[in-house]
């Protein structure tokens, strides 16, 4: 049999082979130009995500230099547009293609903090925003500040200035004592000159012809307002002169729990306003006669009961001069429970009254304890969500105190200090604690000539006596007076003459009329003259002031800014879908 003969011929096998190679090798072609089409255009997105990064930091700082160029681009609320979708331009001036650039300028909830914000986005999609946290450079960073001061007003050799100094004309520097000179341990600028500069020592160096910085005006003041009346912490208040008032306020720290466990979450700060339209002189512990035997407010408390002679506490007069002689005497605020046998009333016997507080009152068992609870005026956030830090009076205002939390008090005119006024950390004691006090005044600041302050003898005869707990004056308060810081009648009353014999209050054992003024915080005034808070001869104070190093952390709330600028750190904000009208909505509150 004869088999047909197997051919060999696999000529179509081969071409398939051949295809399937050639697509294979096409694959890989078509693979490795795929890999490198997206590494191009990766090392592109990278590439414009890069440039709208470096455009968007350099449109913040642009922003920035505009700023400190032109205080008044700051708005008070909503934002300034500063670029609107404008041409970016590289270091060497040139256009960059496909990129544009908006930034934007605007406040927090705090005026005296906000944001600059830059917003970047290329032709091919990338955005980028980023914003710079700006602070306005307050005038509570100051030590003390003054607008203008006489040749004869001179930093003594007693005088050691632990904080920043600005002076918009000269200041003068006293004649060493001994081996004492004056020293400044933080810098000084003057807008004028140093006169006798070689009799100080200067820690950190002094700058004379900067250009001045101008004080807020009575316009900026008054915008304060309706930050209190957001807070509800608008207080009436009556402009009579010669620093009476006929409004005071208390402040006062609350042990919310009433646990006595004094830490920051348990201890609110309050006020409590008191009102009298009719004797300025009782709301303001005025010695009556010049003799404080003939004053209502003045007399002996026991702890349960109160006698003041023109009341009948005592048989005669002569056994309530006893009573001084013994320090037994004491003398009180208008209103102050104490004179009511240690009741709270909200309508005292000497005439005035307690300001009610409208609202819903919060709760605790210290709070409702308490029988004034009705006339306790929150004015920080954990009791008052409204607040502001901010409280202003519509006319001249005395006060004294306790002070917890951060707060800004406001007068329309005048702010009188009738009695210490200290914040429950102690300040001195490099202890913050959250409390920070701000003072100003549209017009002046000064400290009371009354029965707490100032030394009391009979008829103006005798010996002088001490008529509240301490013989010095403390303060604790960054201070601002449109005008002037003083002293009421500065020049009379005792003097350094009235020590020998008469009882009159040493400060640090140098004869001296009332004593020492301890203020520690920062003294902000127009004026600085020699007479303002006493005489040569020793009658009103010796000034003692040390810097509150807790403004660091912050100016009290919404303490006027000196018109500069500084920024603080940058962050990288979330670029889908931002909208500055929403934006810095939501920031400002």
């Excluded at 070689?198 to 309706?226: C, K, Q």
């Excluded at 006893?322 to 605020?333: E, G, P």
């Amino acid at each position: 049999m004869v088999f047909p003969r197997l051919t060999d011929d696999q000529r179509g096998v081969a071409l398939i082979t051949v295809v399937l190679v050639a697509l294979a090798v096409s694959s890989v072609a078509v693979a490795a130009s795929m890999m490198t089409m997206s590494g191009t255009m990766v090392r592109k997105f990278s590439e414009r995500a890069s440039i709208a990064d470096h455009a968007a930091l350099s449109g913040v700082e642009l922003g920035l230099s505009a700023l400190l160029a032109d205080s008044t681009l700051y708005p008070t609320t909503g934002y300034t547009t500063l670029e609107n979708s404008e041409v970016v331009y590289d270091a060497a001036g040139n256009p960059i293609f496909g990129i544009r650039r908006s930034t934007y300028l605007g406040p927090s909830s705090d005026p005296a903090r906000g944001s600059i914000v830059s917003e970047v986005w290329t032709q091919g999609g990338v955005v980028a925003v980023r914003r710079l946290v700006v602070s306005a450079t307050s005038f509570a960073s100051f030590g003390q500040f003054m607008d203008s001061a006489q040749a004869s007003t001179v930093f003594s050799a007693v005088d050691d200035q632990f904080g920043p100094i600005h002076s918009n004309s000269d200041i003068s520097i006293g004649l060493p004592v001994g081996s004492d000179s004056a020293r400044f341990f933080a810098k000084v600028t003057v807008g004028g000159n140093i006169m006798n500069p070689a009799r100080g020592v200067f820690m950190n160096g002094f700058t004379e012809g900067v250009s001045p910085i101008s004080l807020p005006s009575h316009s900026d003041i008054a915008l304060l307002r309706n930050r209190a009346i957001s807070g509800g912490l608008l207080i009436p208040g009556t402009t009579g002169g010669g620093f009476a008032a006929t409004t005071r306020l208390e402040f006062i720290a609350v042990d919310m729990d009433g646990d006595t466990v004094t830490t920051t979450d348990d201890v609110e700060g309050f006020v409590r306003v008191y009102r009298n339209t009719v004797d300025a002189r009782h709301l303001m512990a005025w010695p009556l006669l010049g003799n404080p035997i003939d004053t209502p407010n003045c007399g002996v408390w026991d702890g349960t009961t109160f006698r003041s002679f023109p009341g009948g506490g005592f048989a005669a007069r002569a056994d309530a001069e006893v009573a001084v002689d013994l320090n037994q005497y004491r003398c009180f605020l208008g209103g102050d429970p104490i004179l009511n046998d240690g009741n709270f009333s909200a309508t005292p016997p000497d005439g005035g009254v307690w300001l009610e507080r409208f609202g819903d009152l919060p709760s605790g068992a210290g709070f409702n304890a308490r029988s004034d609870k009705n006339y306790l005026h929150p004015y920080t956030p954990g009791v008052n969500p409204t607040t502001t830090g901010v409280i202003y009076v519509d006319g001249d205002v005395a006060v004294s105190g306790l002070v917890r939390g951060r707060v800004t008090l406001v007068s329309a005119d005048d702010i009188i200090i009738v009695d210490d006024l200290v914040q429950k950390s102690d300040p001195s004691a490099s202890s913050c604690g959250g409390d920070l006090i701000g003072l100003i005044a549209n017009e002046e600041v000064a400290i009371s000539d009354n029965t707490l302050n100032t030394p009391q003898r009979y008829g103006g005869t005798g010996g002088y006596h001490t008529m509240s707990a301490t013989k010095d004056e403390y303060v604790h308060a960054i201070i601002m007076a449109l005008e002037n810081f003083r002293v009421s009648n500065a020049t009379g009353g005792p003097d350094a003459a009235d020590n020998l014999g008469l009882g009159a209050e040493p400060c640090e054992g140098v004869p001296w009329g009332r004593g020492c003024l301890y203020v520690t915080g920062g003294l902000l005034r127009r004026h600085r003259r020699p007479n303002d808070l006493g005489a040569a001869g020793g009658a009103g104070y010796q000034l003692r002031i040390s810097y509150n190093g807790c403004v660091r952390q912050g100016a009290p709330p919404h303490f006027p800014s000196t018109g500069g600028f500084k920024g603080e750190s940058v962050v990288e904000m979330d670029g889908a879908n931002f909208d500055p009208v929403t934006w810095f909505a939501a920031y400002q509150n």
